[in-house]
């Protein structure tokens, strides 16, 4: 098992929450709240709505933070008459490093098919961005024995005819639906199960490039769960939706 050489990474999904007088409050809040040492063992990175993310780059360069930006959700052509939409090539412009693509919320209520999610995958590798693909089954998929299989298909779908050397570069994301805001966690070694096939997937699709994919688990991650989901081998990091909002619970999570 490598696992010692991914750096973990916790990502903070504050979804439609925190004006950007409150996103700002929050990222300081938090840089506040770690130390040198934080980002030494764990990458952190904060998904702020689209119109905070101006004011939240601002804020994290002028005080020369170590925490990364990212986006929740772009199109993927590059411009035209899309009205409502953010290119990914605009988001890399402002300095975005990540993008969170094919979240579960973006597929159920907007539709977000596997082919979307592919096309945004290559267009957020193509701005010089970092996907955060996400993938997980619903409940009555894990009651009927479909985990393996829902998450096998929207994997490879989101990497379908993307190099090798690319698709090292992508972090994934393994969210159980049932799990998302619920205050229900996978058992860690539920997760952790769901993780080695999805590792396995990638493996089958970009051999060892599935060694340096850095996966993450999603789903009602807090404090109080955090170290025991870290502690498993396939586990290298959080997609954290409700408690990033907090800076305290964040931070805590962060320094695991
Ligand atoms: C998410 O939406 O990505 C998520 C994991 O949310 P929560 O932590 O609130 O379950």
Redesign the pocket.
């Known amino acids: 098992m490598v696992k010692q050489v991914r750096k973990p990474l916790m990502a903070g999904?504050w979804?439609m929450h925190h004006n950007h007088f409150e996103a700002i409050q929050v990222v300081q809040k938090l840089a506040y709240r770690l130390e040198a040492d934080d980002y030494d063992r764990c990458d952190v990175v904060v998904c702020p709505t689209l119109i905070c993310l101006r004011s939240v780059q601002t804020v994290i360069e002028s005080d020369r933070m170590t925490i990364g930006l990212g986006a929740q959700n772009c199109y993927f052509e590059e411009k035209g008459a899309f009205t409502g939409e953010v290119s990914a090539p605009m988001l890399a412009k402002m300095n975005v490093q990540y993008v969170i693509v094919g979240?579960s919320?973006r597929r159920e209520i907007f539709g977000e098919t596997d082919e979307v999610v592919a096309k945004k995958t290559r267009a957020v590798l193509g701005a010089g961005m970092t996907p955060i693909v996400c993938c997980g089954e619903t409940l009555e998929e894990r009651e009927a024995d479909q985990t393996t299989e829902k998450v096998s298909g929207q994997i490879k779908a989101a990497f379908h005819g993307i190099k090798a050397d690319d698709i090292a570069q992508c972090i994934v994301?393994y969210?159980p639906i049932w799990?998302?805001?619920?205050g229900r966690t996978a058992t860690s070694q539920e997760a952790n199960d769901t993780i080695g096939v999805i590792r396995s997937v990638i493996r089958q699709m970009a051999g060892g490039a599935a060694d340096q994919v850095r996966i993450l688990y999603?789903?009602?991650?807090k404090p109080s769960n955090v170290s025991e989901l870290m502690g498993m081998p396939e586990i290298d990091g959080a997609?954290?939706?409700?408690?990033s909002l907090d800076p305290d619970d964040f931070a805590k999570i962060i320094k695991f």
Not at 179 to 182: S, V
Not at 218 to 221: A, L, M, N
Not at 239 to 243: D, I, S
């Open positions: 999904n979804k979240h919320e994301a969210e799990a998302i805001g619920t999603g789903g009602s991650v997609l954290v939706g409700g408690a």
